[in-house]
């Protein structure tokens, strides 16, 4: 067992989680991917149900609280209780509420969408690094050219930044897959990337952004858990969690972030211009 003390603060069980994630075994893997993904679900949530949403049997769970210094999981529910109740909006109720009760119309559908929305939103106003966000935008501002990379479900986020870019006349690149061609090497001295992934992260994203920092290329990149390939890659992180609804997650928060992100480079560089 851990023979430090448990964590008395989230950010140093961030920082610990962070050390230690890449030793972990399997199952103590995912429950790190969990909790990492979702901090607020471990505030009011059993180790029971925990212990589902990750895919492992509750000792594992319990094994993995155990690695921090907690006697067991009600000892590391009280750090996130005490982090993350003062912030805990109602919508996961709801939407739990609206599963129990098997409302499963367009219409109720379109409810859980929307409240899992506000959730995420609500999430990304009180949890985003402010400092992370002024530095992408200062590394943003200071590129020649921005590439942009995302692919499958996030496409859609980078596909409107390019666009967003385009029409503020920033130069910009959006990498993609289409004819497997090999655009890496477009990125040259004085650009920035911007990558986009989250789990279960995309090796292509990754490949780039890795390939970018080892060339001392600044990355901005916005990803979901500590636990993400892209926390391992010199990057200026932005970190963004949407609420899914069953399999499902809209992009409502990273959307947003994006939006603020390409406007606040739009009007950076134009201070810079003057």
């Not at 049997?57 to 921090?68: D, H, K, N, Y």
């Amino acid at each position: 067992m851990n023979a430090l003390p448990p964590p008395q603060t989230m950010d140093d069980f961030r920082e610990r989680l962070l050390a230690i994630a890449d030793t972990l075994p399997r199952r103590l893997r995912q429950c790190a991917d969990l909790v990492a993904r979702a901090p607020e679900r471990i505030a009011v949530s059993t180790v029971a149900e925990l212990a589902a949403a990750a895919d492992v049997p509750p000792s594992a769970f319990v094994r993995f609280c155990q690695l921090f210094g907690f006697s067991g999981f009600s000892e590391m529910q009280k750090l996130f209780r005490e982090a993350h109740a003062p912030r805990w909006p109602d919508y996961a109720t709801r939407l739990e509420s609206l599963r129990r009760q098997g409302h499963d119309s367009p219409s109720a559908l379109l409810a859980e969408f929307v409240e899992a929305g506000r959730h995420s939103l609500a999430d990304l106003a009180n949890a985003l690094d402010n400092a992370a966000l002024d530095e992408a935008v200062e590394v943003l501002a200071q590129a020649r050219t921005i590439h942009l990379v995302g692919f499958r479900r996030v496409f859609p986020v980078v596909s409107y930044m390019a666009y967003a870019l385009e029409k503020m006349e920033i130069p910009a690149v959006l990498h993609g897959a289409v004819g497997h061609f090999d655009t890496r090497h477009a990125m040259l001295e004085g650009d920035a990337l911007v990558a986009v992934t989250f789990a279960p992260y995309t090796p292509a994203t990754v490949d780039l952004a890795a390939y970018a920092a080892e060339r001392g290329l600044p990355v901005v990149a916005i990803t979901d858990t500590m636990t993400s390939p892209l926390w391992r890659v010199k990057a200026t992180r932005l970190s963004v969690a949407e609420v899914d609804v069953g399999a499902f997650r809209a992009l409502a928060a990273t959307l947003s972030l994006a939006t603020a992100l390409v406007v606040a480079t739009g009007a950076r560089r134009g201070r810079l211009e003057q």
